[in-house]
């Protein structure tokens, strides 16, 4: 079993900051890339953030320069620090993992519950 715990969200208003966590517990051999999708109200779910083990970081156009994902030095905790949050960021925030569990050769994806993150005008 694999899990990914996220903290962090919360209610913010327009211009403020939050900084989201995920740690990933369980049967883990290695973790390639972790990163972070959000879903808002009656849309699909959709890229925030991405980084790799090597640290190789990807973005939605809409959160760049204002969202920074890291990663800890063991790889297996993703942090993303949202700066100057809109209304429009408001939505459901998803950590994921995609990796390689013990005893196997596969990778598998791997989602966390979800934390809500609002953001007032």
């Known amino acids: 079993q694999v899990q990914l715990v996220e903290s962090g969200g919360g209610l913010v208003q327009a211009g403020e900051s939050l900084r989201l966590s995920c740690a990933a517990s369980g049967t883990i051999y290695s973790i390639n890339t972790m990163g972070w999708y959000r879903q808002a109200p009656g849309k699909e779910r959709a890229l925030v953030a991405t980084?790799?083990?090597?640290?190789?970081?990807n973005y939605a156009d809409s959160v760049k320069g204002r969202f920074t994902i890291s990663r800890d030095s063991a790889k297996i905790t993703v942090f993303l620090q949202m700066n100057t949050l809109k209304p429009e960021d408001t939505a459901v925030y998803y950590c994921?993992?995609?990796?390689?569990?013990?005893?196997?050769?596969?990778?598998?994806?791997?989602w966390g519950q979800g934390t809500q993150v609002t953001v007032s005008s």
């Open positions: 994921y993992a995609y990796g390689v569990r013990t005893h196997t050769n596969y990778f598998y994806d791997w």
């Open positions: 980084v790799t083990s090597g640290g190789v970081a």
